[in-house]
Protein backbone atom coordinates (compact mmCIF):
# COMPACT_ATOMS: atom_id res chain seq x y z
CA UNK A 1 0.00 0.00 0.00
CA UNK A 2 1.22 3.08 -0.77
CA UNK A 3 3.30 5.01 2.01
CA UNK A 4 0.87 8.45 1.95
CA UNK A 5 -1.93 6.18 2.10
CA UNK A 6 -0.94 4.62 5.31
CA UNK A 7 -0.06 7.70 7.01
CA UNK A 8 -3.24 8.85 6.49
CA UNK A 9 -4.69 5.53 7.41
CA UNK A 10 -3.11 5.72 10.75
CA UNK A 11 -3.55 9.51 11.65
CA UNK A 12 -7.59 8.63 10.96
CA UNK A 13 -9.07 5.28 11.34
CA UNK A 14 -5.53 3.44 13.24
CA UNK A 15 -3.67 0.52 12.74
CA UNK A 16 -3.98 -0.88 9.24
CA UNK A 17 -4.88 -4.41 10.89
CA UNK A 18 -8.46 -2.63 12.02
CA UNK A 19 -9.04 -2.02 8.60
CA UNK A 20 -12.32 -3.96 7.43
CA UNK A 21 -12.11 -6.38 4.90
CA UNK A 22 -14.84 -4.90 2.65
CA UNK A 23 -12.50 -1.66 2.85
CA UNK A 24 -9.26 -3.15 1.56
CA UNK A 25 -10.17 -3.27 -2.02
CA UNK A 26 -11.21 0.10 -2.16
CA UNK A 27 -8.21 1.27 -0.06
CA UNK A 28 -6.20 -0.91 -2.81
CA UNK A 29 -7.54 1.02 -5.70
CA UNK A 30 -6.50 4.31 -3.60
CA UNK A 31 -2.86 3.30 -3.51
CA UNK A 32 -2.92 2.43 -7.11
CA UNK A 33 -3.93 5.93 -7.58
CA UNK A 34 -1.39 7.11 -5.66
CA UNK A 35 1.01 5.39 -7.11
CA UNK A 36 -0.31 6.21 -10.57
CA UNK A 37 -0.13 10.12 -9.03
CA UNK A 38 3.62 9.90 -8.15
CA UNK A 39 4.91 8.28 -11.66
CA UNK A 40 3.06 11.34 -13.46
CA UNK A 41 4.52 13.67 -10.91
CA UNK A 42 8.32 12.04 -11.53
CA UNK A 43 7.74 12.04 -15.45
CA UNK A 44 6.63 15.93 -15.27
CA UNK A 45 9.40 17.01 -13.14
CA UNK A 46 11.84 15.27 -15.52
CA UNK A 47 10.25 16.43 -18.19
CA UNK A 48 10.00 19.97 -16.99
CA UNK A 49 14.26 19.48 -16.37
CA UNK A 50 15.09 18.22 -19.92
CA UNK A 51 12.82 21.77 -21.12
CA UNK A 52 15.08 23.66 -18.72
CA UNK A 53 18.10 22.40 -20.42
CA UNK A 54 17.05 22.52 -23.63
CA UNK A 55 15.62 25.75 -23.59
CA UNK A 56 19.26 27.06 -21.83
CA UNK A 57 21.28 25.24 -24.96
CA UNK A 58 18.36 27.27 -27.42
CA UNK A 59 18.98 30.52 -26.21
CA UNK A 60 22.81 30.20 -25.70
CA UNK A 61 22.30 29.31 -29.63
CA UNK A 62 20.39 32.16 -29.91
CA UNK A 63 22.69 34.39 -28.12
CA UNK A 64 26.05 33.27 -29.98
CA UNK A 65 23.71 33.78 -33.41
CA UNK A 66 23.11 37.43 -32.39
CA UNK A 67 26.80 38.24 -31.61
CA UNK A 68 27.74 36.96 -34.94
CA UNK A 69 25.23 39.13 -36.37
CA UNK A 70 26.39 42.33 -34.25
CA UNK A 71 29.80 41.42 -35.55
CA UNK A 72 28.95 40.70 -39.55
CA UNK A 73 27.08 44.02 -39.10
CA UNK A 74 29.85 45.91 -37.49
CA UNK A 75 32.14 44.28 -39.92
CA UNK A 76 29.78 45.57 -42.69
CA UNK A 77 30.08 48.46 -41.38
CA UNK A 78 33.56 48.92 -41.35
CA UNK A 79 33.69 47.57 -45.17
CA UNK A 80 31.60 50.62 -45.85
CA UNK A 81 33.04 53.04 -44.19
CA UNK A 82 36.39 51.73 -45.60
CA UNK A 83 34.84 51.85 -48.87
CA UNK A 84 33.71 55.01 -48.35
CA UNK A 85 36.88 56.93 -47.69
CA UNK A 86 38.24 54.95 -50.45
CA UNK A 87 35.60 56.87 -52.95
CA UNK A 88 36.50 60.05 -51.28
CA UNK A 89 39.95 59.36 -51.51
CA UNK A 90 40.48 58.85 -55.06
CA UNK A 91 41.34 61.11 -57.74
CA UNK A 92 38.59 59.89 -59.93
CA UNK A 93 34.71 60.83 -59.74
CA UNK A 94 32.81 57.71 -59.53
CA UNK A 95 28.75 57.25 -59.41
CA UNK A 96 27.36 53.94 -59.64
CA UNK A 97 23.40 53.78 -60.95
CA UNK A 98 21.16 50.78 -60.21
CA UNK A 99 19.12 49.35 -63.38
CA UNK A 100 16.23 51.30 -62.60
CA UNK A 101 18.68 54.74 -63.41
CA UNK A 102 18.56 55.68 -59.78
CA UNK A 103 21.20 57.49 -58.26
CA UNK A 104 23.00 54.18 -55.80
CA UNK A 105 26.59 55.79 -54.47
CA UNK A 106 29.03 58.75 -55.62
CA UNK A 107 32.10 60.08 -53.93
CA UNK A 108 32.74 63.97 -53.10
CA UNK A 109 35.40 64.28 -56.12
CA UNK A 110 32.07 63.60 -58.64
CA UNK A 111 30.51 66.52 -57.36
CA UNK A 112 33.59 68.24 -57.66
CA UNK A 113 34.53 67.43 -61.06
CA UNK A 114 31.19 68.49 -62.64
CA UNK A 115 30.29 70.95 -60.07
CA UNK A 116 27.17 69.35 -58.62
CA UNK A 117 25.86 70.84 -54.87
CA UNK A 118 25.96 67.67 -52.45
CA UNK A 119 22.28 68.82 -51.41
CA UNK A 120 20.77 68.01 -54.95
CA UNK A 121 22.37 65.00 -55.98
CA UNK A 122 19.95 62.94 -54.20
CA UNK A 123 16.62 63.87 -55.90
CA UNK A 124 18.37 63.45 -59.10
CA UNK A 125 18.18 60.87 -61.87
CA UNK A 126 20.84 59.68 -63.54
CA UNK A 127 19.14 60.88 -67.27
CA UNK A 128 19.39 64.14 -64.92
CA UNK A 129 22.64 63.53 -64.47
CA UNK A 130 23.80 62.76 -68.03
CA UNK A 131 22.18 66.29 -69.00
CA UNK A 132 24.06 68.29 -66.43
CA UNK A 133 27.05 66.65 -67.55
CA UNK A 134 26.71 66.99 -71.14
CA UNK A 135 25.92 71.30 -70.71
CA UNK A 136 29.69 71.49 -70.03
CA UNK A 137 31.20 69.75 -72.60
CA UNK A 138 32.89 70.62 -75.63
CA UNK A 139 30.55 67.65 -77.63
CA UNK A 140 27.47 67.47 -75.52
CA UNK A 141 25.23 65.22 -78.09
CA UNK A 142 27.84 62.50 -78.61
CA UNK A 143 27.77 62.56 -74.54
CA UNK A 144 24.13 61.69 -74.71
CA UNK A 145 24.00 59.19 -77.41
CA UNK A 146 26.82 57.35 -75.48
CA UNK A 147 24.78 57.05 -72.50
CA UNK A 148 21.56 56.31 -74.53
CA UNK A 149 23.06 53.61 -75.79
CA UNK A 150 23.97 51.92 -72.61
CA UNK A 151 19.98 51.90 -71.96
CA UNK A 152 19.68 49.43 -74.97
CA UNK A 153 23.06 48.00 -74.79
CA UNK A 154 23.64 47.85 -70.78
CA UNK A 155 25.95 44.52 -71.00
CA UNK A 156 28.75 47.16 -73.15
CA UNK A 157 31.99 48.78 -71.81
CA UNK A 158 33.01 51.98 -73.07
CA UNK A 159 36.33 54.27 -72.35
CA UNK A 160 35.78 57.70 -74.03
CA UNK A 161 38.06 60.93 -73.36
CA UNK A 162 35.83 64.25 -72.79
CA UNK A 163 36.71 67.97 -73.62
CA UNK A 164 35.34 69.88 -71.16
CA UNK A 165 33.87 74.16 -72.54
CA UNK A 166 36.55 75.20 -69.17
CA UNK A 167 40.04 73.84 -70.70
CA UNK A 168 39.85 70.33 -68.77
CA UNK A 169 39.91 66.89 -70.17
CA UNK A 170 38.56 64.02 -68.81
CA UNK A 171 38.81 59.90 -69.25
CA UNK A 172 35.23 58.59 -68.84
CA UNK A 173 34.98 55.00 -68.13
CA UNK A 174 31.53 53.17 -67.70
CA UNK A 175 31.12 49.47 -67.41
CA UNK A 176 27.87 47.36 -66.25
CA UNK A 177 27.65 46.61 -62.24
CA UNK A 178 26.76 42.43 -62.13
CA UNK A 179 25.99 40.31 -59.27
CA UNK A 180 26.08 37.02 -60.55
CA UNK A 181 24.80 37.02 -64.13
CA UNK A 182 22.44 39.39 -63.53
CA UNK A 183 23.11 43.19 -64.71
CA UNK A 184 21.70 45.06 -61.65
CA UNK A 185 23.27 48.72 -62.12
CA UNK A 186 25.93 50.99 -64.23
CA UNK A 187 29.29 52.58 -62.70
CA UNK A 188 30.94 55.50 -64.03
CA UNK A 189 34.31 56.87 -63.53
CA UNK A 190 35.54 59.65 -64.26
CA UNK A 191 39.42 60.88 -64.35
CA UNK A 192 40.96 64.17 -64.95
CA UNK A 193 43.87 63.99 -67.31
CA UNK A 194 44.24 67.71 -67.95
CA UNK A 195 47.78 67.77 -67.17
CA UNK A 196 49.09 64.36 -68.87
CA UNK A 197 47.89 65.43 -71.94
CA UNK A 198 49.39 68.90 -71.81
CA UNK A 199 52.87 67.06 -70.77
CA UNK A 200 52.34 64.80 -73.75
CA UNK A 201 51.71 67.85 -76.21
CA UNK A 202 54.59 69.39 -74.64
CA UNK A 203 56.37 66.09 -74.79
CA UNK A 204 55.30 65.94 -78.33
CA UNK A 205 56.56 69.85 -79.19
CA UNK A 206 59.64 69.27 -77.57
CA UNK A 207 60.35 66.27 -80.06
CA UNK A 208 59.76 67.99 -83.31
CA UNK A 209 59.95 71.85 -82.53
CA UNK A 210 63.40 73.73 -81.15
CA UNK A 211 62.59 75.44 -77.98
CA UNK A 212 64.42 78.48 -78.51
CA UNK A 213 62.95 79.75 -82.07
CA UNK A 214 59.64 77.48 -82.11
CA UNK A 215 60.90 76.82 -85.54
CA UNK A 216 60.62 72.79 -86.39
CA UNK A 217 63.90 70.53 -85.31
CA UNK A 218 65.94 67.78 -87.26
CA UNK A 219 63.76 65.38 -86.68
CA UNK A 220 60.41 67.16 -87.49
CA UNK A 221 62.75 68.25 -90.65
CA UNK A 222 63.46 64.75 -91.68
CA UNK A 223 60.27 63.46 -91.51
CA UNK A 224 58.88 66.63 -94.10
CA UNK A 225 62.01 66.29 -96.22
CA UNK A 226 61.22 62.47 -96.34
CA UNK A 227 57.26 63.02 -97.26
CA UNK A 228 58.73 65.91 -99.75
CA UNK A 229 60.95 63.61 -101.32
CA UNK A 230 58.34 60.95 -102.33
CA UNK A 231 55.57 63.40 -103.23
CA UNK A 232 58.65 64.87 -105.75
CA UNK A 233 58.83 61.58 -106.85
CA UNK A 234 55.69 60.60 -107.83
CA UNK A 235 54.98 64.30 -109.79
CA UNK A 236 58.38 64.30 -110.78
CA UNK A 237 58.93 67.50 -109.68
CA UNK A 238 62.14 69.47 -108.39
CA UNK A 239 62.95 70.75 -104.76
CA UNK A 240 66.10 72.23 -102.96
CA UNK A 241 67.37 72.38 -99.57
CA UNK A 242 69.20 74.88 -97.93
CA UNK A 243 72.00 74.39 -95.47
CA UNK A 244 72.60 77.90 -93.40
CA UNK A 245 75.20 78.18 -90.90
CA UNK A 246 75.86 81.49 -88.99
CA UNK A 247 79.38 82.63 -89.34
CA UNK A 248 80.02 84.37 -86.63
CA UNK A 249 77.82 83.73 -83.78
CA UNK A 250 79.92 82.07 -81.66
CA UNK A 251 81.39 85.10 -81.14
CA UNK A 252 78.13 86.68 -79.57
CA UNK A 253 77.13 83.63 -77.74
CA UNK A 254 80.50 83.35 -75.71
CA UNK A 255 80.99 87.19 -75.28
CA UNK A 256 77.40 88.29 -74.66
CA UNK A 257 76.08 84.97 -73.27
CA UNK A 258 73.45 82.72 -74.18
CA UNK A 259 70.45 84.61 -73.16
CA UNK A 260 71.50 87.05 -76.17
CA UNK A 261 72.53 84.74 -78.32
CA UNK A 262 69.21 82.70 -78.31
CA UNK A 263 67.59 86.30 -78.96
CA UNK A 264 70.02 86.32 -82.02
CA UNK A 265 68.66 83.10 -82.65
CA UNK A 266 64.93 84.44 -82.59
CA UNK A 267 65.44 87.15 -85.02
CA UNK A 268 67.26 84.97 -87.03
CA UNK A 269 64.29 82.46 -87.07
CA UNK A 270 61.44 85.39 -87.96
CA UNK A 271 63.82 86.70 -90.72
CA UNK A 272 64.46 83.33 -92.81
CA UNK A 273 60.38 82.92 -92.06
CA UNK A 274 59.83 86.21 -93.67
CA UNK A 275 61.61 85.17 -96.82
CA UNK A 276 60.02 82.34 -97.37
CA UNK A 277 56.66 80.59 -98.51
CA UNK A 278 54.09 79.44 -96.18
CA UNK A 279 54.69 76.11 -98.18
CA UNK A 280 58.27 76.03 -97.59
CA UNK A 281 59.73 74.77 -94.17
CA UNK A 282 62.55 75.98 -92.35
CA UNK A 283 64.30 74.02 -89.51
CA UNK A 284 66.55 74.48 -86.57
CA UNK A 285 69.05 71.57 -86.46
CA UNK A 286 71.80 72.87 -84.41
CA UNK A 287 73.46 75.49 -82.57
CA UNK A 288 73.95 78.54 -85.24
CA UNK A 289 72.68 76.01 -88.30
CA UNK A 290 69.33 76.10 -90.34
CA UNK A 291 68.10 74.55 -92.96
CA UNK A 292 65.43 75.74 -95.25
CA UNK A 293 63.55 72.88 -97.75
CA UNK A 294 61.49 74.61 -100.72
CA UNK A 295 59.43 72.04 -102.49
CA UNK A 296 57.84 72.53 -106.10
CA UNK A 297 60.89 74.48 -107.08
CA UNK A 298 60.41 76.06 -110.16
CA UNK A 299 63.75 77.33 -111.50
CA UNK A 300 67.50 77.64 -109.93
CA UNK A 301 67.51 81.07 -110.56
CA UNK A 302 64.47 81.61 -108.12
CA UNK A 303 66.83 79.40 -105.24
CA UNK A 304 69.66 81.90 -105.99
CA UNK A 305 67.40 84.77 -105.60
CA UNK A 306 66.13 83.11 -102.27
CA UNK A 307 69.33 82.37 -100.91
CA UNK A 308 70.72 86.21 -101.57
CA UNK A 309 67.54 87.71 -99.89
CA UNK A 310 68.55 85.69 -96.70
CA UNK A 311 71.98 86.68 -97.20
CA UNK A 312 70.32 89.91 -97.32
CA UNK A 313 68.37 89.85 -94.71
CA UNK A 314 71.08 88.23 -92.61
CA UNK A 315 73.54 90.82 -92.97
CA UNK A 316 71.20 93.68 -91.51
CA UNK A 317 72.15 94.66 -88.14
CA UNK A 318 70.57 92.98 -84.94
CA UNK A 319 69.46 95.97 -82.47
CA UNK A 320 70.11 94.32 -78.83
CA UNK A 321 70.74 96.08 -75.59
CA UNK A 322 71.23 99.40 -77.43
CA UNK A 323 74.38 97.85 -80.23
CA UNK A 324 74.36 96.86 -82.93
CA UNK A 325 75.25 93.13 -83.55
CA UNK A 326 76.15 91.55 -86.86
CA UNK A 327 75.98 87.81 -88.00
CA UNK A 328 76.08 86.91 -91.56
CA UNK A 329 75.27 83.27 -92.72
CA UNK A 330 76.49 80.73 -95.48
CA UNK A 331 74.66 78.84 -97.56
CA UNK A 332 74.83 75.97 -98.98
CA UNK A 333 71.77 74.13 -101.68
CA UNK A 334 71.45 71.04 -102.78
CA UNK A 335 68.44 70.31 -105.41
CA UNK A 336 66.41 66.85 -105.55
CA UNK A 337 66.77 64.79 -107.31
CA UNK A 338 69.65 66.51 -109.12
CA UNK A 339 72.55 65.99 -106.39
CA UNK A 340 71.15 63.41 -104.71
CA UNK A 341 67.57 60.70 -104.79
CA UNK A 342 68.25 59.81 -100.91
CA UNK A 343 67.41 61.53 -97.70
CA UNK A 344 70.55 61.30 -96.66
CA UNK A 345 72.68 62.14 -99.80
CA UNK A 346 70.68 65.01 -100.16
CA UNK A 347 71.37 66.89 -96.83
CA UNK A 348 75.09 65.69 -96.91
CA UNK A 349 75.31 67.09 -100.48
CA UNK A 350 73.64 70.50 -99.08
CA UNK A 351 76.07 70.53 -95.79
CA UNK A 352 79.03 70.27 -98.16
CA UNK A 353 78.11 73.13 -100.70
CA UNK A 354 77.84 75.36 -97.26
CA UNK A 355 81.33 74.27 -96.56
CA UNK A 356 82.70 75.16 -99.25
CA UNK A 357 80.95 79.04 -99.14
CA UNK A 358 82.40 79.40 -96.23
CA UNK A 359 86.08 78.56 -97.79
CA UNK A 360 84.85 80.68 -100.23
CA UNK A 361 84.59 84.07 -97.99
CA UNK A 362 81.41 83.20 -95.96
CA UNK A 363 78.52 85.25 -96.74
CA UNK A 364 77.59 83.42 -99.52
CA UNK A 365 76.19 80.89 -101.02
CA UNK A 366 77.23 77.97 -103.29
CA UNK A 367 75.56 75.46 -105.45
CA UNK A 368 76.50 71.88 -104.57
CA UNK A 369 78.95 70.40 -106.74
CA UNK A 370 80.14 66.39 -107.45
CA UNK A 371 83.93 67.58 -106.24
CA UNK A 372 82.20 68.74 -102.92
CA UNK A 373 81.96 65.53 -101.59
CA UNK A 374 85.74 64.69 -101.98
CA UNK A 375 86.55 68.28 -100.97
CA UNK A 376 84.12 67.62 -98.04
CA UNK A 377 86.23 64.15 -96.90
CA UNK A 378 89.47 65.76 -97.43
CA UNK A 379 88.66 68.50 -94.94
CA UNK A 380 87.40 65.80 -92.30
CA UNK A 381 90.80 63.73 -92.81
CA UNK A 382 92.37 66.96 -92.47
CA UNK A 383 90.78 67.81 -89.01
CA UNK A 384 91.75 64.38 -87.64
CA UNK A 385 95.50 64.79 -88.66
CA UNK A 386 94.60 68.50 -87.33
CA UNK A 387 93.59 67.21 -83.61
CA UNK A 388 97.26 65.42 -83.25
CA UNK A 389 99.57 67.97 -84.76
CA UNK A 390 100.65 69.41 -81.52
CA UNK A 391 101.01 66.42 -79.44
CA UNK A 392 103.44 64.92 -82.27
CA UNK A 393 105.33 68.17 -82.45
CA UNK A 394 104.44 68.91 -86.14
CA UNK A 395 103.49 72.66 -85.74
CA UNK A 396 106.26 75.19 -86.05
CA UNK A 397 106.98 78.89 -86.73
CA UNK A 398 108.16 81.17 -89.86
CA UNK A 399 109.51 84.61 -88.64
CA UNK A 400 108.83 87.76 -91.42
CA UNK A 401 110.91 90.52 -90.71
CA UNK A 402 108.77 93.76 -90.23
CA UNK A 403 110.84 97.18 -91.70
CA UNK A 404 110.87 100.63 -91.07
CA UNK A 405 110.69 102.18 -94.01
CA UNK A 406 112.80 105.42 -92.97
CA UNK A 407 116.22 103.61 -91.95
CA UNK A 408 115.41 100.09 -93.63
CA UNK A 409 116.50 98.20 -90.47
CA UNK A 410 114.14 95.42 -88.79
CA UNK A 411 112.04 96.49 -85.98
CA UNK A 412 110.25 93.46 -85.79
CA UNK A 413 109.15 89.44 -86.89
CA UNK A 414 105.77 88.20 -87.06
CA UNK A 415 105.03 84.73 -86.06
CA UNK A 416 104.09 82.87 -88.63
CA UNK A 417 102.23 79.07 -88.19
CA UNK A 418 103.00 76.13 -90.46
CA UNK A 419 102.22 72.65 -89.90
CA UNK A 420 104.69 70.20 -91.56
CA UNK A 421 102.39 67.00 -91.68
CA UNK A 422 104.03 63.64 -91.33
CA UNK A 423 101.90 62.19 -93.93
CA UNK A 424 100.90 65.25 -96.25
CA UNK A 425 103.94 67.18 -95.79
CA UNK A 426 103.67 70.96 -95.75
CA UNK A 427 100.38 72.65 -95.18
CA UNK A 428 99.28 75.93 -96.83
CA UNK A 429 97.98 78.07 -93.90
CA UNK A 430 95.11 78.96 -95.39
CA UNK A 431 94.20 75.27 -95.72
CA UNK A 432 94.64 74.54 -91.64
CA UNK A 433 93.63 78.00 -90.14
CA UNK A 434 90.10 77.94 -90.77
CA UNK A 435 89.65 74.62 -89.57
CA UNK A 436 91.64 75.48 -86.29
CA UNK A 437 89.01 78.42 -85.83
CA UNK A 438 86.25 76.28 -86.70
CA UNK A 439 86.73 73.57 -84.13
CA UNK A 440 88.20 75.58 -81.31
CA UNK A 441 91.63 74.12 -81.79
CA UNK A 442 92.69 77.29 -82.41
CA UNK A 443 92.66 77.92 -78.24
CA UNK A 444 95.39 75.39 -77.90
CA UNK A 445 97.19 75.83 -80.64
CA UNK A 446 97.40 79.94 -80.10
CA UNK A 447 98.57 79.57 -76.74
CA UNK A 448 101.60 77.33 -77.97
CA UNK A 449 102.38 79.85 -80.63
CA UNK A 450 102.19 82.57 -77.70
CA UNK A 451 104.80 80.57 -75.75
CA UNK A 452 107.21 79.94 -78.86
CA UNK A 453 107.04 82.97 -79.76
CA UNK A 454 108.16 84.81 -76.66
CA UNK A 455 110.30 82.62 -75.95
CA UNK A 456 112.38 83.02 -79.46
CA UNK A 457 112.34 86.78 -79.16
CA UNK A 458 113.90 86.24 -75.79
CA UNK A 459 116.55 84.00 -76.74
CA UNK A 460 117.28 86.68 -80.11
CA UNK A 461 118.83 89.22 -77.54
CA UNK A 462 120.30 86.56 -75.05
CA UNK A 463 122.24 85.90 -77.99
CA UNK A 464 123.69 89.53 -78.63
CA UNK A 465 121.01 90.65 -80.93
CA UNK A 466 118.99 93.99 -80.70
CA UNK A 467 115.65 93.83 -79.17
CA UNK A 468 113.20 93.96 -81.66
CA UNK A 469 109.47 93.17 -81.15
CA UNK A 470 107.54 89.81 -81.82
CA UNK A 471 103.95 90.20 -83.65
CA UNK A 472 101.58 86.92 -82.92
CA UNK A 473 98.16 87.39 -84.13
CA UNK A 474 95.07 86.31 -81.76
CA UNK A 475 92.22 84.79 -83.55
CA UNK A 476 88.76 85.80 -82.24
CA UNK A 477 87.85 82.74 -80.20
CA UNK A 478 91.01 82.90 -78.37
CA UNK A 479 90.33 86.58 -77.54
CA UNK A 480 87.27 85.61 -76.30
CA UNK A 481 88.55 83.29 -73.95
CA UNK A 482 88.21 83.96 -70.39
CA UNK A 483 91.84 84.46 -68.42
CA UNK A 484 93.70 85.63 -71.96
CA UNK A 485 95.12 88.73 -69.97
CA UNK A 486 96.40 86.14 -66.81
CA UNK A 487 97.76 83.77 -69.42
CA UNK A 488 99.72 86.10 -71.33
CA UNK A 489 101.25 87.86 -68.42
CA UNK A 490 102.48 84.24 -67.31
CA UNK A 491 104.00 83.61 -70.35
CA UNK A 492 105.79 86.79 -70.18
CA UNK A 493 107.13 85.96 -67.16
CA UNK A 494 107.83 82.64 -67.83
CA UNK A 495 110.38 83.28 -70.78
CA UNK A 496 111.52 86.36 -69.26
CA UNK A 497 110.48 88.74 -72.44
CA UNK A 498 109.51 92.49 -71.74
CA UNK A 499 105.81 93.28 -72.35
CA UNK A 500 106.62 95.81 -74.94
CA UNK A 501 108.30 93.67 -77.03
CA UNK A 502 104.84 91.49 -77.34
CA UNK A 503 102.87 93.08 -80.35
CA UNK A 504 99.29 90.93 -80.28
CA UNK A 505 97.42 91.63 -83.90
CA UNK A 506 93.62 91.46 -83.71
CA UNK A 507 90.74 91.92 -86.42
CA UNK A 508 88.45 94.74 -86.75
CA UNK A 509 85.54 91.78 -85.92
CA UNK A 510 86.92 90.99 -82.65
CA UNK A 511 86.79 94.68 -81.71
CA UNK A 512 82.88 94.78 -82.87
CA UNK A 513 81.84 91.14 -81.61
CA UNK A 514 83.83 91.26 -78.08
CA UNK A 515 81.35 93.08 -75.59
CA UNK A 516 84.72 92.66 -72.97
CA UNK A 517 86.92 93.89 -75.35
CA UNK A 518 87.38 97.29 -74.11
CA UNK A 519 88.40 95.67 -70.80
CA UNK A 520 91.06 93.22 -72.28
CA UNK A 521 92.35 95.38 -74.21
CA UNK A 522 93.04 98.28 -71.51
CA UNK A 523 94.86 95.97 -69.35
CA UNK A 524 96.87 94.43 -72.13
CA UNK A 525 98.06 97.52 -72.85
CA UNK A 526 98.71 98.26 -68.81
CA UNK A 527 100.66 95.83 -69.18
CA UNK A 528 103.00 97.52 -71.74
CA UNK A 529 101.75 95.42 -74.80
CA UNK A 530 101.34 96.39 -78.01
CA UNK A 531 98.17 96.17 -79.99
CA UNK A 532 97.63 95.62 -83.61
CA UNK A 533 94.63 95.93 -85.88
CA UNK A 534 95.38 93.17 -88.69
CA UNK A 535 94.06 93.56 -92.12
CA UNK A 536 92.68 97.18 -91.18
CA UNK A 537 90.12 98.29 -94.40
CA UNK A 538 88.90 94.79 -94.77
CA UNK A 539 85.97 94.57 -91.47
CA UNK A 540 83.19 96.39 -90.24
CA UNK A 541 85.06 99.12 -87.61
CA UNK A 542 84.05 102.13 -86.94
CA UNK A 543 86.56 105.02 -86.18
CA UNK A 544 85.23 105.42 -82.60
CA UNK A 545 86.70 102.22 -81.88
CA UNK A 546 90.10 103.23 -82.26
CA UNK A 547 89.49 106.23 -80.61
CA UNK A 548 87.74 104.37 -77.37
CA UNK A 549 90.55 101.65 -77.45
CA UNK A 550 94.20 101.60 -76.56
CA UNK A 551 95.63 100.92 -80.39
CA UNK A 552 98.99 101.53 -81.54
CA UNK A 553 99.32 100.69 -85.49
CA UNK A 554 97.11 99.82 -87.99
CA UNK A 555 98.24 97.04 -90.83
CA UNK A 556 96.81 97.94 -94.48
CA UNK A 557 95.87 94.21 -95.65
CA UNK A 558 97.81 93.15 -98.48
CA UNK A 559 94.90 93.35 -100.63
CA UNK A 560 95.51 97.19 -100.93
CA UNK A 561 98.95 97.20 -101.68
CA UNK A 562 99.40 94.56 -104.19
CA UNK A 563 97.33 96.70 -106.76
CA UNK A 564 98.25 100.49 -105.41
CA UNK A 565 100.32 101.22 -108.35
CA UNK A 566 97.29 99.80 -111.00
CA UNK A 567 94.00 100.38 -109.11
CA UNK A 568 93.27 104.08 -108.11
CA UNK A 569 90.57 103.01 -105.22
CA UNK A 570 93.26 100.86 -103.50
CA UNK A 571 95.60 103.63 -103.87
CA UNK A 572 93.18 106.29 -102.53
CA UNK A 573 92.35 103.42 -99.52
CA UNK A 574 95.94 103.12 -98.41
CA UNK A 575 96.31 106.89 -98.61
CA UNK A 576 93.77 107.17 -96.47
CA UNK A 577 94.61 104.88 -93.74
CA UNK A 578 97.97 106.68 -93.34
CA UNK A 579 96.27 109.53 -93.07
CA UNK A 580 93.84 108.28 -90.55
CA UNK A 581 96.49 106.58 -89.14
CA UNK A 582 98.41 109.68 -88.80
CA UNK A 583 95.64 111.99 -87.49
CA UNK A 584 95.04 109.35 -84.83
CA UNK A 585 98.64 109.47 -84.19
CA UNK A 586 99.00 105.75 -84.85
CA UNK A 587 101.63 104.17 -86.74
CA UNK A 588 100.76 102.14 -89.73
CA UNK A 589 102.40 99.07 -91.52
CA UNK A 590 101.88 97.34 -94.68
CA UNK A 591 101.67 93.77 -95.39
CA UNK A 592 102.53 92.15 -98.66
CA UNK A 593 104.97 94.89 -100.02
CA UNK A 594 107.13 93.12 -103.14
CA UNK A 595 107.85 95.99 -105.43
CA UNK A 596 110.13 98.92 -105.23
CA UNK A 597 106.87 100.64 -106.38
CA UNK A 598 104.75 99.92 -104.14
CA UNK A 599 107.58 100.66 -101.32
CA UNK A 600 108.04 103.96 -103.01
CA UNK A 601 104.64 104.74 -102.81
CA UNK A 602 104.21 103.92 -98.79
CA UNK A 603 107.21 106.10 -98.46
CA UNK A 604 105.55 108.97 -100.52
CA UNK A 605 102.67 109.03 -98.14
CA UNK A 606 104.22 108.55 -95.19
CA UNK A 607 103.64 104.64 -94.32
CA UNK A 608 105.79 104.17 -91.05
CA UNK A 609 106.84 100.35 -91.50
CA UNK A 610 106.39 97.68 -93.86
CA UNK A 611 106.52 93.72 -94.45
CA UNK A 612 106.48 91.65 -97.30
CA UNK A 613 108.72 89.29 -100.32
CA UNK A 614 110.72 92.62 -101.34
CA UNK A 615 112.49 92.04 -98.14
CA UNK A 616 112.06 88.96 -96.77
CA UNK A 617 110.15 85.88 -96.93
CA UNK A 618 108.65 83.94 -94.35
CA UNK A 619 111.71 81.76 -92.49
CA UNK A 620 112.44 79.16 -89.88
CA UNK A 621 113.77 81.01 -86.36
CA UNK A 622 117.72 79.71 -87.47
CA UNK A 623 117.31 81.23 -90.94
CA UNK A 624 116.19 84.88 -89.13
CA UNK A 625 119.28 85.15 -86.81
CA UNK A 626 121.34 84.23 -89.84
CA UNK A 627 119.44 87.28 -91.74
CA UNK A 628 119.19 89.18 -88.71
CA UNK A 629 123.12 88.80 -87.77
CA UNK A 630 124.01 89.30 -91.57
CA UNK A 631 122.07 92.61 -91.45
CA UNK A 632 123.78 93.42 -87.90
CA UNK A 633 126.76 92.92 -89.89
CA UNK A 634 125.83 95.01 -92.83
CA UNK A 635 125.10 98.36 -89.94
CA UNK A 636 128.52 97.64 -88.30
CA UNK A 637 130.14 98.32 -92.00
CA UNK A 638 128.00 101.40 -92.45
CA UNK A 639 128.73 103.04 -89.54
Known amino acids: MHSLLLRQINRYLGSPDEIPENLLPFLEAISASYVADDSDRSLIDHSLDVMSTELEERNQALRRELN ?84 THPDVERCEVLDLDDGRILECYS ?50 LDRAIKHEARSHRHLAIMFLDLDNFKSINDTLGHDVGDRVLQVVANRLLACLRESDTVARIGGDEFTVLVEDMTTMESIAALAQQIIDSLSLPFPLDGREMFCTVSVGIAIYPDDSESLDGLMKSADSAMYRAKEQGRNTYRFFTEDMHRRAYERLLLENRLRGALKRGEFQLHYQPQID ?79 LVESIRQILSNTGL ?95 VETAEQLASLRHHGCDEIQGFLYARPMPGDALVAWLRQEQHVALLHA
Open 68 to 151: ERRQAESRIEQSLSLLRATLDATADGIVAVDSGQHVESFNVRFLEMWHIPPEAIGGLHAREITVLMARQLMAPDAFIEMARHFD
Open 498 to 592: GAEYLDLEITESVLVDAVDAPDVLERLSGMGVRLSIDDFGTGYSSLSYLKRFPIDTLKIDRSFVRDIMTDSDDAAITVAIIALSRSLRLKVLAEG
Open 175 to 224: RPRRIGEQIVGRVWSFRDITERRQAETRLAYMANYDSVTGLPNRHLLRER
Open 405 to 483: VASGATVGIEALLRWNDEERGLVPPVEFIGVLEDTGMIVEVGHWVLEEACAFNQSLREIGLPPIRVAVNISPRQFRQKG
